[in-house]
């Protein structure tokens, strides 16, 4: 086990380091989800007096739930653009040979997306404050938003990483990010549910991204909703890419 | 996927000087052409995903057109100038990293060895880039029509709109060819893309600017030049003729056309500078 956590330790900290001393990886990371914030926060808050439209904290806290979601899941997404990068340098297939415990590699990307999105959660966190955003949840509630911003990061990073490494090249970016994309703005992104009509709304209904939006809503606004649901949703999500990630590794494996 | 295309030069002979420049702007746009309809899969993602957020804001959005004042029933026919602008933004990535390719792989420099004329190469590199952004834009037009998008301005306003996307189109194709001459590596290109998305975010794109709440995003969107390519665009399709809308438009595309152009034929000067 001991084996495990070095290759993971080991991986991680590769993969932060490298975030943090390479401004071209770094930047764009943090601030996509300022921009995203502030486009939707600042640029649509009229939405907010659309008839029947309510919550109490406001717009700029309806939107920094979604935000602070999706920099959880672009998270996970860019940790799966350096692995596939690693692919492509060559740097991988080196670590797949010296590695004695080769799930520690995936345990140890994951780890990576969550200390990144850890940096760009804060900043977003911080910019919403600034920005005024009122916070109704209680203490516990807001960890349990932060606790969802985790289990949503940790899925996307086994998605990314189950992608890069059956595909092992860069060119895999789209298709790592395409669904991820899709699917976030798929759910009830601007309005909460019962606003949407139409198509949208059927699918917002079935997508399993809503819960999780609403619950997180639910908890900043101190009113939780599906909570239950939401975490349950996203430990499904989790174990499914678990195996779907060690899968990619096999393949990577076999590859040579 | 690189891509290596010939060029097939003009015949010797004594054209005047425009002919000149004419035959060999078409000799660099064929092959720029070429090299962009090789490349298929690079042509469908540009493409695609305007197409995807218009289909999604348009029915995700839906619920503004309640708002009191806004200018339409239908967010589909208010959004639509969107994708236009979103394409003509890819577009400027498609020509900029084609161009800094072919400064890369040293392409460029052993045309500086040919008698070809600096503005051929540049408008001819532009080429492929600007039919590619004819062809999107084409396609979002009849995406449009076929979403149910109607054109206050009929027929006539959805010929003026494929006419001011094409210039749009062009104007940012130009900006990508200055962004590769100056840095010459497709990377530093891409990496600057992202900053033209920020001026679409920061633009009168989701909602008009007489309802955007807060004042300081609505003082941006208004010193923001691309709020203004965009209102010229969705005046054909929501409000008909509006002159001042499309002069403005028009206007701004043409700026952005000539200083981009301007400041390219400079930078292909410098390197172009045979030593």
Known sequence: MSRFFNVARGVAWRSIHNTVVNPAILVPSIVFPLFFLIAFAGGLSRISDVPNFNYPPGYTAFQF???FLQ??????VFTGFAIARDFDSGFARRLLLSAPRRSGIIAGYAIGALLRWMLTGTVVTIAALIAGMNVNGSGI???GLIGLGVAMNLAAALWACGVAMFLRTEQAGAL???PVFVLLFLAPVYVPLSLLTGWIHAVANLNPVTPVLEAGRGLLAGSPVKVAIAFAGL?????????FARRGLASAEKAG | MAVETAIDLPRAGHPSRSAGLVEQTLAVGRRSVVRVFRQRALMIFPMIFPLILFAI???ALSPA?????FPTDNYRDFLLAMPFIQGAMFVSITAGVDLARDIESGFLNRLAMTPLRGEAMLLGQLGGALLLGAVQAIVYLLVGVATGVSFASGVGGAVV???LSIVISFAFASLGGLLALRFGTGEAVQGIFPLLFVTLFLSSSSLPRNLIKATWFRDIATYNPVSYLIEALRSLVITGWDVQALALGFGFASLLLVISLGLSQSAMRSRLART
């Open chain 2, 161 to 163: 709109l494929l006419v």
């Open chain 2, 65 to 69: 057109t309640r708002i009191p004042g």
């Open chain 1, 65 to 67: 739930v979604f935000v």
């Open chain 1, 176 to 178: 790592i990010q395409m």
């Open chain 1, 235 to 243: 430990a499904g999500a989790a174990m499914l890419l678990t195996a």
């Open chain 2, 57 to 59: 804001n348009g029915s």
């Open chain 1, 141 to 143: 509630q807001l960890f």
């Open chain 1, 71 to 76: 920099s959880a899941a672009f998270g996970g």
